[in-house]
């Protein structure tokens, strides 16, 4: 296979996570390695940085800041949700992109986030080769969600699961030291997949989790979960319930949805948040006992002082596989993951087409899930335990995380 | 000083918190090693548990469960919030008291709290001298709200801290990846006092945490942050605040109380939380930006998997300290710190008599404040960031904590 000569653009999508940025570093580092691939630029906010040529240059930046990233949550380059419309519908987007991809000799192009991304990526990819534009278009996946369809699981998501469970197992304890009851509503992340929700069962299983956990995949009966919480209370005046933001109820509402309207984005997401609030509120009437609803919020994808160290190894490799593919003629794939069938774990890396990824999602399993609908299983546990192994790596100053800090030097003609 | 000899009581009072627990193991480890300390027992749910007789051996727990308490948190014998009123007004519960100590030859008595619980040690200490029981009482401080007079800072306080700075700098990253502005409002406990909401500002100083702060001991205007917000967002797009859960507006009320009414527990402390929810719904109405409001909640007390390592030794050593002052022969005090007046941290004990805390809150001194009232000066830093340093020190198992588990052999006669 050729070695494409040429330069490279990297670009950040979606919803950040606490190794996004290791992806990054592995993309950057394997890149700057290589003699067919010369100038590595970095868009700022994604796609929406390329159509402004505004991108960074990443031969400009220190190895170590670099090397930090593994260690920095969020999105060191910016990200964005802008929606690329079809080719056909909208083609003035993509003629700009092919402008500047030409412009700046762009052969090599990695986006790195969740289906929507992988869509963009995919749509991008697509119009290139209509046009005859040789460019190897890589997607590295990202999402905390782990919703990613073919993939075994996602950079990410082991991280999040990790505070999620560890913080899950903190707050049970904390709300059990008093001498009277006490109800915990813990809201989770998690649009339409209970993968994140899912992650307290780890918390369950050492013995310091919720008693009560409700996925997306099931529908959500206010009055069955209110009927659960009251057996539970009654016995042992201590309950904790997981709940994703994205439970619905049968008529298909989110439940911040059941007493107001919530805020929609550029793909017709909605707003999340609340959940534990409204369920906390409704808990307290019903039950008229103590409660209180945590929202995780931020904090579950940020915490890269608790990331798991497989993630942040796996996400990096995601990065350097994505390269290495590309410069070994790859195009229009996402890097993918997967384990062995049987035995103890052990990172395997697979190409998946990215029309195979693009807008698709994946759900918890239903046989993963208890028959009520109201816990998660062992099959469940034993797949996501071995992603949040490790400790984070990450350096410290003064006993706070020490980011990496970037110059973020102008290499576009940034019209913006 | 004769070595008084007889049994010891230990307890645990008011909110838990990261390192409460390693402060019970300094009393543990310490009493076991005493020759004139007989049995050891752990109060279930502090006060409350002597009143029932509902108290647990010690001597049977493995030293390697009392030594993993350095790593649990909240309260392995549970805590209470039950109030005791003034003597002659109310001398049953300190007849029983004194009935329950003389039953069980308790002759040294710990109590691990805040300025309530040390309110409760004063109590009972004068009840017994007066009554001519001989029993050396002996406070051991905790809060996470640092509001302990005289004491120059109490353990519980670092390890919050240290979650609090840590989560604002990573919630800060993360709030700032999109194209678009966004601010952030967190909320941070403290009824009255706001060291732990100044901790925040840790985080400033590393330039990733809120532009601006407040804090309990100013009146909370709330046009007045409304413009504070409004002219930075101006700027930048990008606005991270700080703010504790206590502030009150001019007519001393809490935020949440201005949308509707909070409970009252038995101390009359008005139930907290909601302060963040109610704000960025005002800056979101007012300034139309997108705005998302984060309640630290239980969170910030019991995240031990990020404890500062040396606020788990002054736990411990609080602990230990105690155990020391009562062989002594001291009594009516409370164990306290202290640091050198100028050069470099260095943990120093001081003894403190209880009448001197008890039911005394230590407010963050007016010239640790700016002069607009909304962030904290470098002194406030000096202080705090020597009490954050050193990693926690906790078992892990699968990659998450091993917390201690207690077998709780009942040693009492218990009537409830």
Known sequence: MSALKGNVMFGQSGGPSAVINSSAAG???EALKSDAMKNVYGAQHGIVGILHEDFIDIRKESPDEI????????SILGSCRYKLEDADKNPADYERLLE??????????FYNGGNDSMDTCDKVSKYLQRAGYECRVVG?????????????????????????????MEVYLDSRVYDRGMVIVLEVMGRHAGWLTAATALASAKGFGPELIYLPEMPFHVDQMLNDVERLYTRSQNVMIAVSEGV????GKIIPESIGTVEVDAFGHKQMGGTASVLAGRIGQELGCKVRGIELSLLQRSASH???????????????????????????VMVGFERPASGPYKT???LIPLEQVANLEKMVPRAWINEAGNHVLNPFIEYALPLIQGEPQQDKEDSLPRFARFKKIQAGNRDI
Chains 1, 2 share one sequence.
């Open 27 to 29: 993309v950057f580092t």
């Open 67 to 74: 090397a930090r990233l593994r260690g920095t949550p969020a």
């Open 100 to 109: 500047v991809f030409k412009k700046y000799d762009i052969r090599y192009f």
């Open 140 to 168: 590295v996946p990202k999402t905390i969600d782990n919703d990613l369809a073919v993939t075994d699981h996602t950079p990410g998501y082991g991280s999040a699961a990790k505070f999620v469970a560890t913080t899950a």
């Open 248 to 251: 619905r109820t049968p008529d």
């Open 306 to 332: 608790i990331a798991s160290g497989i993630d942040i190894d796996e996400a990096f490799l995601a990065g350097q596989e994505a390269v290495r593919a590309a410069l070994a003629g790859k195009t229009d």
């Open 348 to 350: 395997g890396i697979r």
